[in-house]
């Protein structure tokens, strides 16, 4: 296969898209709608991410460094992860890939490992939280970030899961609307959340971390909305979803027990003969 080919089979891969869509939605927040993302700390998390997963590449004997998945994290880190603090955010960075060689359980990671270090460190310090009202509820963008969201989502293979949380989820929105008499606009300002878009379209529907089914993932995403929605509304503790899926991710293993399915790997998404070449099949 000729170098052209080569690259074209790599660009396959669903991460490059993750990784674009993530880096364009970081740059747009910080140059226009003003995320008060300190640059010293989105440098830090990216780079502290490359170097834990370098690391771990050689102390685990992986074959190759694949800075893809890093990147991934340490994106989505960037775009939720609030502090003051330099060293929480290479805590976070550390926390979250080290998370992806440490708790893993049949192959696969256990959590997310962007909402293990979110999760971890919002329960353990006051200098970390998530900013969800500074994505604004503008529905142009909400709908922009859906649609880039969208087009990774298809491109990895992965829809039904994001497409079934937010319908449940919006279906519990409009349902508690409708008991107390609420007019919609307010479920619909709920859903206009840049954040929750984010942890739909990209934390939710990570393929290492989801049921290998697609009625597994169905089924862990009606699970994850409704834990979501009772943290939320009826404990009213802020970031349900982002608590909801720490929570309900040992529930997968399970899942793949009772649903037998491929698990996925990235490397699928390439072209086959490349995946042979490197025994991933």
């Keep these: 296969m000729n170098i052209a080919n080569r690259i074209s089979s790599s660009l396959r891969d669903p991460r490059y898209y993750q990784i674009a869509v993530l880096s364009t939605l970081l740059i747009y927040g910080i140059t226009v709608l003003d995320f008060g993302i300190h640059w010293q700390n ?47 955010a290479v805590l976070a960075a550390s926390m979250a890939i080290g998370s992806k060689f440490l708790l893993r359980f049949r192959g696969k990671h256990i959590f997310n490992p962007a909402n293990f270090a979110l999760v971890a460190l919002m329960l353990v310090s006051d200098h970390a939280w998530v900013s969800s009202g500074q994505w604004g509820s503008a529905a142009i963008g909400a709908f922009a970030l859906a649609c880039m969201g969208f087009l990774v989502l298809t491109r990895a293979k992965r829809a039904e ?16 609307a409708i008991w107390l008499e609420d007019p919609f606009s307010i479920p619909l300002h709920q859903l206009q959340n840049g954040a929750l878009l984010i942890f739909a379209f990209f934390m939710i529907s990570d393929p290492k971390t989801t049921p290998n089914t697609g009625l597994g993932r169905v089924l862990y995403a009606g699970l994850v909305a409704g834990v979501a929605y009772t943290i939320q509304f ?35 998404a390439a072209d086959h003969k490349i995946g042979q070449i490197k025994g991933v099949f």
């Design 42 to 88: 989105a440098l830090l998390i990216v780079a502290t991410a490359l170097v834990v997963q370098f690391a771990a590449t050689i102390v685990t004997q992986l074959p190759r460094f694949d800075p893809l998945s890093p990147l991934i994290t340490s994106l989505s880190l960037t775009l939720l992860l609030r502090t003051d603090m330099a060293k929480i």
């Design 161 to 176: 899961t994001t497409i079934a949380f937010i319908l449940l989820y919006a279906a519990l929105l409009f349902g508690r």
């Design 234 to 268: 009826i404990y009213y503790q802020p970031n349900g979803p982002i608590l909801a899926l720490i929570m309900c991710a040992p529930v997968v293993p399970m899942i793949d027990t009772l649903l037998h399915g491929r698990m996925y790997r990235w490397e699928q």
